[in-house]
DNA sequence: CAGGATCCGAATCGATACTG
DNA sequence: CAGTATCGATTCGGATCCTG
């Protein structure tokens, strides 16, 4: 492992803070996993986000490529949203903090009877 | 704490994410992996961050339980900072998120030359 | 040495109302 | 349906000065 300013606003770890990191964003990416959702079933899916939030964490979203926003010209109004290569890439991340953080949470008699793709 | 529901706060990746997204926290954390260091060297290793925002972290990372902060009660002052078990624990994850952003720095023509602990 | 105290501007977040 | 717009509350983060 390479070197770098660790000290500097670049350090890998960081990076992948900075995508994933917002408000709803893992919960936004965990619920693309394999699903393909419009705008209306993520409010559903995570309803304490407002329009507001929702939108502007998809769009950060978008911006950095981890997910696609698919417009379809239609009446009334229709768009999906889906994982780009780079979000599915991220998998074994969001992975890797479910399962500390299940085991945290149930180490500290937390039950998490959930497993965070559950509202299907 | 009662079970809980997805969409909820208690997400296990959300949880993940309160216990390490605060602004300087990964970088403490993998800074003393396999260190134990006093108050000013982690200033010198993180010189971008004010005593403040240092000391708050620190705290918020003690409250969680992932450092451990021993006072030695000589003059002048003596602190130090040390991973406790949970904090090592933590590592897999610090890990994962360090390959990822790597390579997706890397793609995008960002070099990254340290291993985040370089400062050394 | 390791911080605490204080002030303040910037950024984030939320509730509510409105629109093509 | 899929957002915008606006306003206000809260939080964050940094600068500066102070202390046991």
């Keep these: 492992m390479p070197p770098i300013d ?26 693309l996993i394999d699903h393909t959702l419009r705008f209306g079933e993520l409010r559903k899916l995570i309803p304490q986000a407002t329009p507001k939030m929702l939108t502007q964490q998809l769009r950060e979203l978008e911006e950095n490529n981890l997910i696609i926003r698919t417009v379809y010209p239609v009446v009334p109004p229709k768009v999906e949203y889906t994982l780009s290569d780079l979000g599915n890439s991220i998998r074994p991340i969001l992975e890797t903090m479910y399962k500390w953080g299940a085991d945290y949470l149930t180490q500290n008699g937390v039950t998490v009877n959930c497993s965070m793709k559950c509202p299907d």
């Design 6 to 31: 660790c000290a500097g606003y670049n350090c890998p770890v960081d990076a992948t803070l900075d995508m994933i990191g917002g408000k709803y964003k893992a919960l936004i990416l965990w619920h």
